[in-house]
């Protein structure tokens, strides 16, 4: 069965710090640029961070530039997003995705192969 999964997701406080993980089962992520979403409550979704199949190539959202770091592992089949200065506008559900994609990434909701269901991301004091 061919899935990604997050985790990592839960309750922090502003300012505080998560590290959200995307796990690939029944495939290989190598030849994927992964990309990482936000849905807040009533809001469309929207990319924030993506990294190349080798992970030499990275970019984020102006939004969270500065403060979100994304990485992958190959080896593990898993890719990470670093998540500091955290903010209530931060809320949300934050989704993985694969793109198969030979050169650079791409953070567009439009145009993935695979996502994962989501993790609750939750900021508030």
């Known amino acids: 069965q061919v899935q990604l999964v997050e985790s990592g997701g839960g309750l922090v406080q502003p300012g505080g710090s998560l590290r959200l993980s995307c796990a690939a089962s029944?495939?290989?992520?190598?030849?994927?640029?992964i990309g990482w979403f936000r849905q807040a409550p009533g809001k469309e979704r929207e990319g924030l961070s993506c990294?190349?199949?080798?992970?030499?190539?990275?970019n984020a959202a102006d939004s969270v530039k500065g403060r979100f770091t994304i990485s992958r592992d190959n080896a593990k089949n898993t890719v990470y997003l670093q998540m500091n200065s955290l903010k209530p506008d931060d809320t949300g559900v934050y989704y993985c995705?694969?793109?198969?994609?030979?050169?650079?990434?791409?953070?567009?909701?439009?145009?993935?192969?695979?996502w994962g269901q989501g993790t609750q991301v939750t900021v508030s004091s």
């Open positions: 990294i190349s199949r080798s992970g030499r190539a990275t």
């Open positions: 995705a694969a793109r198969r994609m030979y050169y650079g990434c791409s953070f567009d909701v439009a145009g993935n192969d695979y």
């Open positions: 029944g495939f290989t992520l190598d030849p994927y640029a």
